[in-house]
């Protein structure tokens, strides 16, 4: 969470800080602030509370502040509140607390990240005569390293390299020192960095389309390195503080792909690119008539000494393992676990050492998918990651890379990764079944025609969506909603029910339908919202039992099929219909009106549907 930007070059640095922080303000938005300079005079730093457009308004969209040098943050709290004085940037003096100045300090700098052991850091650093403005850890690392700095009398690679050894935790951190003016120094480690250059200008980010229109041409600094970086030059250096090389890299996502191209949310953008971004996944794992995991890496011998598999993941992308579990263990008949990432680090969970572990991740940074990825390496498990941005931690540090061609996703509420992800996991279940002899090559060319549909029936989704505008309009106040369904439609509700609540505030949960009479029953009364996912033809019936008894406690019944089943409009007081699909394959097309149902009930209650209170997009922390 918290994004970084960085520049130096010939123009003037805060008006270009500012349109990268607009880039990145999904990932956290309760503060934001930048530092300048102009040659070799001080830093001047401004920072505000809320959204980027008060940092904008109070640096006249950058214009008040001169300098072609500067550093930016935009902030999502972990130590310390949303306030203005724990904003970032930070500085080694006595006061970053105020609305702007310029700053006597000797060291300044923005972090994204945590530093775990700063308590301890911060009482060694009051014994040496520093003071605290701020409960940021972010304050403890800039004083650190000024005090290494000048401790040792050392360069300021020098002095960053001895703070790495001592801070525990995850950080991209830029520095400035006064000392050097025109320079910025970065480190790296388990938090998102790139740095691009073009002619005579360096940028710095936490993420692609925050650079995407300046440059398209990166450098991925990798973990517990650090990089000194002037005007169109990056010269990277190891924690011994000797320079190693790095290739430049060229990134394929285009402009227009991290705008807004008309439509009123990136949400609503997003969720109209999954026909293209579902095709394009589909095709890149597609070749001469069957599935080819060749550029993933994984050969038919590596699938046939697989016991199993183990998916890990956090949020939708842990939903996405839910769903496939269904489809790999009918498929593939092979047994299959779906883990929480942040539970699996920290459980010592008994798998196999033949498991194929299997990451998913939108962003491949978030903190507890990565840390899970290297607990099932240290265990001696291989690896593979569905990720969706290229040359990120988990895709670097995984066995073999799938990835998904959603493009960059700015909605802090995936619809189009999430997609991507699913039709990769399919596409694993073919693979998987027909190299373990489960699934002929006519089935799973079957299969095939059915998966190259789906972009097509998503079309068809979207084309009727009005009807989901006008329902959601009717129940924008509605004060539960209960998704249910069994097996994969249950995995789908999981997805339909996250929706629901991170854009729209309204409290829901989601219900293997046979489960809710358990104790959940108990809690839908006259008016309780009671969404039914039916797409599993032979499991139909039994959750449309498990509705009526919802109906009969007062529920207003939703019903989520395909076209066909019309007599569930004896039952259900409104019905969505998708196109018909293979069963396996059903949940690409009903997750696609609960996004729209999601979106719209958020629009009608003017919420801020892009970014939702307290949510971050790429959860860098854990
Ligand atoms: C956040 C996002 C979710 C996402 C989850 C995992 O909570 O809001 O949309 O599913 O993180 O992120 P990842 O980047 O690993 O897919």
Redo the contacts with the bound molecule.
């Keep these: 969470m918290c994004g970084i930007v960085g520049f130096v070059g010939k123009h003037q640095a805060a008006p270009i800080l500012l349109e990268g922080l607009s880039k990145l303000e999904y990932r956290g938005y309760d503060s934001a602030g930048i530092a300048v300079r102009d040659g070799d005079k001080k830093a001047e730093v401004v920072k505000a509370t809320g959204r980027l457009k008060n940092l904008e308004e109070k640096t006249d969209d950058g214009k008040a502040v001169v300098g072609s040098c500067g550093i930016g943050h935009t902030r999502w709290a972990t130590h310390g509140g949303p306030s203005q004085t724990n904003a970032h940037p930070h500085v080694s003096g006595n006061c970053s607390g105020s609305a702007s100045g310029t700053v006597e300090s000797d060291v300044v700098g923005v972090h994204n990240g945590i530093i775990e052991n700063y308590q301890e850091l911060k009482e060694k650093l009051l014994k040496h005569g520093y003071e605290f403005y701020s409960e940021t850890d972010t304050e403890v690392a800039i004083k650190l390293i000024d005090y290494y700095y000048k401790k040792y009398k050392v360069g300021p690679i020098d002095a960053i390299a001895k703070t790495m050894v001592r801070v525990r935790g995850s950080y991209a951190l830029e520095v400035m020192f006064a000392d050097y003016p025109n320079e910025i120094y970065v480190a790296r480690k388990d938090s998102p960095m790139i740095i691009g250059v073009t002619d005579g200008e360096t940028f710095i980010a936490s993420d692609v389309p925050a650079i995407l229109n300046r440059t398209k041409n990166v450098y991925y600094i990798g973990n517990n390195e650090m990089a000194r970086l002037v005007a169109g030059q990056a010269e990277f250096y190891d924690l011994n503080g000797d320079q190693i090389e790095k290739e430049l890299v060229e990134i394929k996502f285009d402009v227009e792909s991290a705008e807004k191209g008309g439509y009123e949310h990136f949400m609503m953008k997003e969720i109209h690119e999954q026909p293209k971004v579902v095709r394009d996944t589909f095709n890149s794992l597609y070749k001469n008539g069957t599935v080819d995991l060749s550029e993933v890496g994984l050969t038919e011998e590596d699938i046939k000494g697989f016991s199993g598999v183990c998916f890990v993941?956090?949020?939708?992308?842990?939903?996405v393992g839910m769903a496939a579990a269904y489809v790999i263990e009918d498929l593939a008949k092979m047994p299959v676990r779906v883990e929480l990432?942040s539970e699996f680090r920290y459980r010592k969970p008994v798998i196999d050492k033949n498991m194929l572990v299997v990451v998913?991740?939108?962003?491949?940074?978030?903190a507890d998918?990565l840390a899970a990825l290297r607990e099932a390496k240290a265990r001696g498990n291989k690896v593979l990651a569905i990720v969706?941005?290229v040359g990120s931690s988990?895709a670097r540090e995984a066995d073999y890379v799938l990835y998904t061609l959603a493009g960059p996703e700015i909605s802090?509420?995936?619809t189009k990764?999430?997609s991507c992800?699913l039709m990769a996991t399919y596409m694993l279940a073919l693979e998987l079944g027909v190299v373990r002899g489960e699934l002929s090559q006519e089935k799973c060319a079957e299969y095939l025609s059915e998966l190259e549909q789906i972009p097509e029936c998503i079309e068809k989704i979207l084309d009727d969506k009005e009807r989901l505008q006008w329902f959601a309009a009717k129940f924008a106040n509605v004060k539960d909603v209960f998704f249910i369904g069994r097996g994969i439609d249950y995995a789908i509700s999981l997805e339909g029910s996250?929706k629901m609540k991170?854009i729209s505030y309204i409290h829901s949960e989601a219900y293997a339908a046979g489960e809710l009479k358990h104790g959940t029953i108990s809690l839908i009364e006259d008016g309780t919202l009671v969404i039914g996912v039916l797409g599993q033809d032979d499991l139909y019936e039994k959750t449309i039992s498990n509705m009526v008894e919802c109906k009969a406690r007062g529920a207003y019944l939703m019903g989520l099929t395909a076209y066909g089943h019309y007599e569930i409009e004896d039952t259900a007081d409104f019905v969505s219909y998708i196109p018909k699909m293979d069963g396996h394959f059903i949940g690409s097309l009903l997750v696609i009106p609960l996004q729209l149902l999601g979106y719209y009930i958020s629009v009608a209650r003017g919420l801020d549907v892009d970014k939702p209170r307290n949510?971050?997009?790429?959860?860098t922390v854990e």
């Design positions: 993941a956090c949020g939708s992308a842990w939903h990432a998913i991740s939108q962003s491949g940074e978030t998918s969706n941005v988990i802090v509420a995936t990764a999430y992800q996250l991170e949510l971050a997009k790429s959860v």
